[in-house]
């Protein structure tokens, strides 16, 4: 059985696309030497960049300023059998330039636990991986869908 059976991969336009329809995604970064995950929301900006908005104390801002990270958003309908992943790696920058802050604040994104201080950070997509899990599944040559 070939391993990618059910599923099709994305192109990277494909996964900037699906990216863009929903609300949250997962930060992958680096806390204490060890993986940490955080759920955030966020938005992408026009390059395909994934933006999110925290605390400026934080302690996520402060492991992800200038270092590489993972971000993954999906979108899964358990009932079809159906679903995407995207994951989206590169590095991570607090945005620190007034002019960047004024055009990224357009995108209308508010911190869903707001703070005093809060600062935007940006992940530049170095790269772009995505896959599609294709309705139903396929086991021993049999469709079986929901």
């Known amino acids: 059985m070939d391993p990618n059976d ?13 990216l863009a329809t929903v609300p949250v995604g997962r930060i992958v970064y680096t806390r204490k030497a060890l993986p940490a995950v955080l759920p955030v929301n966020f938005r992408l900006d026009c390059d ?11 302690e996520l801002a402060r492991a992800v300023d200038d270092a590489v990270v993972a971000f993954e958003a999906d979108a899964v309908n358990a009932v079809a059998q159906a679903g995407w992943s995207v ?5 991570a920058a607090v945005v620190t330039d007034e002019a960047e802050l004024k055009r ?3 995108l209308g994104l508010c911190s869903w636990v707001p703070s005093p201080e809060e600062v935007l950070v940006r992940i530049e997509p ?3 991986t995505g896959r599609e899990l294709l309705a139903g599944r396929t086991i021993y040559g049999l469709h079986l869908s929901a």
């Open 87 to 91: 994951v989206v790696t590169g590095r």
């Open 104 to 106: 990224l604040d357009r």
């Open 48 to 58: 395909g960049a994934v933006v999110l908005r925290t605390s400026a104390a934080s």
């Open 126 to 128: 170095e790269v772009v």
């Open 6 to 18: 059910g599923f099709r991969v994305l192109g990277r336009e494909e996964c900037l696309r699906m």
